[in-house]
């Protein structure tokens, strides 16, 4: 008789379940050798550099490493003690460390950072390190009356430490006190929180204008047969096989005082001639070419949607006495809406991180955040282009997660 409790083996005597398991490890290691230069070129291209640029806005030595001596007093002392003999005499240590150095641009450009004005300050003193004498602070007080400032104090007490929150406390409109506490700047230097605001509003708008356009013509597409359906698909595919640079570029021509669009407009007799409207280095402007360049994104997705949809339900609907509009509102519509969802996700984190194009066609009024950081990044405070990145990566995050709360993730559908 059979032993049915006997464990099932292979035919070389190894138990069925070991052999099961020893074939799916390999499977599964077989699946990450294929992926792992996938793996190795997202690591390396985006994760690293995203890390790189969200250390760097927490993280700035430029005057921790040239002034040691403060860094100790400071430690020694707690926040809000006044400087005294010893600190001055540290300032003055690290001012003559400086000069041998020549970093003292690079100290001061830190503390600029916080308090405009101060490199120049550092650079002077630096220059006369050399002949500073006891009592240092009666000395650093008859070079310059500005180190008696103690919101120069609390700038240097926190920039003691590479690791500073002091960027995105700029980047939020907000600075610190001479006492050490936060504060918002003053009405008329507040401009990133504003900006943030009105990238997020234009990038919700030109999103919103994208998908009114880009609904009937993603509609028009699938209900055609397919050969016309592939011959205008051409016309939606034309914009990628164009330069970026050209398409805004064209726009500048056609939009301008001067441009087509102006010229038709008067020739029409809409407008007069010295009457012609301002479509260009605006906020107007960055609308409209950017609806322009995104709209592929957004027909894209509604297209792949749509084309699913089986004409049976309208029909169906229609049938059983709904209106044209009832079937659009309550069958047709809801299952557009993963189309829609990935059109406007897709066409949003673009725009909010568009900024060839508002450079080049919005002018001072169209500008983005984008074109900040990019100013910062090529120019000014790599540290503040970094902060200002790490907020607007943080706010597209918040909206990845809503998309996923409210239609879920897995409903995402792109083509």
């Known amino acids: 008789m059979t032993d049915t409790t006997a464990p099932l083996t292979t035919a070389d005597g190894r138990p069925l379940k070991a052999a099961l398991a020893a074939a799916q490890s390999r499977a599964r290691r077989k699946a990450f050798f294929l992926v792992a230069p996938l793996l190795l070129f997202v690591v390396v291209t985006f994760i690293i550099p995203i890390g790189q640029m969200l250390q760097r806005s927490v993280y700035h030595d430029g005057f921790s490493k040239e002034a040691l001596n403060l860094a100790a007093w400071f430690d020694a002392n707690p926040e809000g003690t006044a400087p005294d003999e010893a600190a001055f005499a540290a300032l003055a240590a690290d001012l003559r460390q400086m000069k041998d150095n020549k970093s003292a641009g690079e100290a001061g450009t830190r503390i600029n950072y916080t308090v405009p004005g101060t490199r120049s300050l550092f650079t002077s003193s630096a220059r006369g390190a050399d002949k500073l ?127 087509v669009v102006n010229n038709i407009l008067v020739s029409l007799g809409l407008v007069s001639d010295d009457g012609r409207i301002t479509m260009i280095y ?102 503040l282009a970094a902060a200002l990145s790490g907020m607007l990566l943080l706010g597209v995050l918040l909206l990845y997660w809503l998309y996923d709360r409210l239609v879920g993730i897995d409903k995402l559908k792109l083509g």
């Open 133 to 259: 004498e006891p009592p240092f602070k009666e000395a650093l007080l008859a070079q310059d009356k500005k180190w008696g400032d103690p919101l120069i104090w609390s700038a240097m007490r926190a920039a003691s430490s590479p690791w500073t929150s002091d960027f995105y406390l700029i980047a939020t409109d907000r600075a610190r006190t001479a006492d050490g506490g936060i504060e918002q700047v003053p009405e008329k230097e507040r401009i990133y929180i504003w900006l943030f605001a009105k990238t997020f509003v234009l990038s919700a708008l030109i999103t919103g204008i994208c998908l009114l356009l880009a609904f009937p013509i993603a509609h028009l597409l699938a209900t055609l047969p397919m050969a016309r359906a592939n011959l205008l698909m051409i016309l939606v595919l034309l914009p990628f096989w164009t330069s970026l640079l050209v398409r805004t570029t064209s726009w500048i021509v056609l939009l301008q005082g001067q441009g």
């Open 282 to 383: 605006n906020q107007t402007g960055t609308i409209i070419v950017m609806t322009h360049i995104l709209l592929p994104f957004m027909v894209l997705p509604l297209y792949s949607v749509m084309r699913t949809i089986k004409p049976s339900y309208a029909r169906a609907a229609r049938s059983l006495g709904a209106t044209s509009w009832t079937t659009f509102r309550r069958i047709y519509l809801p299952q557009t809406l993963p189309g829609i969802g990935a059109g406007a996700l897709l066409v949003f984190i673009l725009a909010v991180g568009y900024y060839i194009t508002p450079a080049l066609v919005g002018g001072a009024d169209g500008q983005l955040i984008s074109n900040l950081i990019q100013f910062h990044m090529s120019k000014s405070n790599w540290s």
